[in-house]
């Protein structure tokens, strides 16, 4: 599966921002999807992940009650809504597809190109 991320950019510190991850090249419905990120000079860093329905997400402790990801399986998109958002957040954000929620948490079978995600103090 391919996957393209969408919607990064330049927000100020408590705006919100939407990412989009675009999926093509397999069945989306089959994969569990989720996003990592990777700030500058760190390591990646698990995010967000969701089930094939949708009804089963997971979330870091970093971003629970202020992030929210969904999908759209009629679509073949992922999405992260972003809210609060903190300096600390600013990092690349990549979408991430695999088999099962553990494999997506630690080592997904498959990555996308990332998006730019900068939160101004």
């Known amino acids: 599966v391919q996957l393209q991320a969408s919607g990064g950019g330049l927000v100020q510190a408590g705006g919100s921002l939407r990412l989009s991850c675009a999926a093509s090249g397999g069945t989306f419905s089959s994969y569990v999807m989720g996003w990592f990120r990777q700030a500058p000079g760190k390591e990646h860093e698990f995010v967000a992940a969701?089930?094939?329905?949708?009804?089963?997400?997971k979330y870091a402790d970093s971003v629970k009650g202020r992030f929210t990801i969904s999908r759209d399986n009629a679509k073949n998109t992922v999405y992260l809504q972003m809210n609060s958002l903190k300096p600390e957040d600013t990092a690349v954000y990549y979408c991430?597809?695999?088999?099962?929620?553990?494999?997506?948490?630690?080592?997904?079978?498959?990555w996308g190109q990332g998006t730019l995600v900068t939160v101004s103090s």
């Open positions: 969701i089930g094939w329905s949708g009804l089963i997400t």
């Open positions: 991430a597809a695999g088999s099962s929620i553990v494999e997506v948490t630690t080592t997904p079978g498959s």
